[in-house]
DNA sequence: GTCTATAAATTGATAGAC
DNA sequence: GTCTATCAATTTATAGAC
C-alpha cells in the first residue's frame, strides 16, 4: 500500500471514455485502436496495454450495464406485485440510460456491440430478464409493440441530439411519462 | 430495345439485398465487399462493376427512402390542417417500416449509413421536414421525447426478432396505435 | 507504463484477361 | 459482365527497447 492509489487507473478509464465517444460517432467497426490513442495522444501499444484485445475493452464498457441491471432485478424481485415491479424496472432504466447514455447508444444499436453482449450471458441474461418482466404473462400483440418501441426509442434517446439541449430532470420526468403511456 | 429486359439490373438488385441483410447482421463498417461478394458467390470485382464505390452502394440503398419521404411529404402538405397531415404521415412512416424493414433498420442506427444520409442533402431535408411536421409548431419537451422515442422506436421495431412471428397486419395495427398514442 | 517498429491479415479499390 | 491478380492503406495485435 505504498503506491499512492489517486491515479490507478486514471489511463484506463481515459481509454474507456475516449473509446465511448468514438464508439457513438462512428461505430465500434468503425473506430480503430489508432484513432482512440491518437485522439488521447498515446501509442497505440498504451491502449492495448490496458486492453488485451478490441473485445475486452468493450466488454469492459458493457460491464457497468450488467452491473447496474443486476442491481435492478434484485430490486424489481423484491417488490410486491407485478405493478410494483414494474415500477422499478422503468425507473431503474431511465436512470441508467440518464446515467450512461452513450453507452445504452452503443448497446443497442451497434451489432459489435450486441455480439459482445451475446458473448457476456450475465449482461445477455438480465437483458431477456428485464424484458420479460415489462412484458408481463402472455403479453398481447399490443403490448409487444409497445415494449419493442420504448426500449429502442429510450436507449437511443439519450444521445438523441434533437433532447441534447433538455435539463436531465425534465428528460428524466418526460421518459417515465413516455414509459407509461406504453407500458403501465 | 432489341434486348430483353428481363435480367435488366437483376446482379444489381441481388447485390443491394445481399448487402442490406449483411448490414443489418454486422453493420455498415463491420461488412466488406469480400464478405458481400462471397455470400453472393461472386468475385469482389463484380460488386465494382456495378457500384463504383461502397458509398455508391450505400447510396442505392437509402435512395428509395428517400423517394418515399418525397412523396410522403407532398400528400401531407396537401392534406388539410394540422391534425390530418400528422395522420398521413404517421401512416406513411408506418408504411414504409414495414414496405423496408431492414432499410428503416441501418438508416437509424449505422452511423456509417447516418453520414451517407447527410451527404444526401435530399434525404437529409426530408427527413428533418417529416421530423418538424411531427414535431409541431412550438413543441414542448413532452413532444420532443415522445416523438424521439417513438422515432428511433418505430425504425428499430421492424427488425426486432420479438416482433418477427407477427403477422404484417397486427404490426401495422399496432404500430399506428404506438404512435397515436404518443404523438396525437 | 509508454514508446517505436513490425508482423500478418484484411480493407477498399483498380487493371486487365477472357 | 465476370473473372484473377494486384495495390496501397489500414486493421488487430505483438515484440522488445527505454
Redesign the pocket.
Known sequence: MAKPVG?????RERILATALDLFVEHGV?G?????I?DRL??????V??????????IQALVQPVADTLGELLTRAEAAAGREAQVEVVIEGLVEMVLARRQIAAVMHGDPAVEAAIRATPELAVRSAKVKDLLLGPDPSPSRRVALSVFNAGLMLSGTDPELAELPEEILRQELLGTARRLLV
Open positions: 491515479r490507478r487507473g486514471e489511463t467497426h473506430t480503430s485502436l489508432q484513432q490513442a495522444g498515446v501509442a497505440k501499444a498504451t492495448y496495454h490496458q486492453f488485451a484485445t478490441k473485445d475486452a475493452l
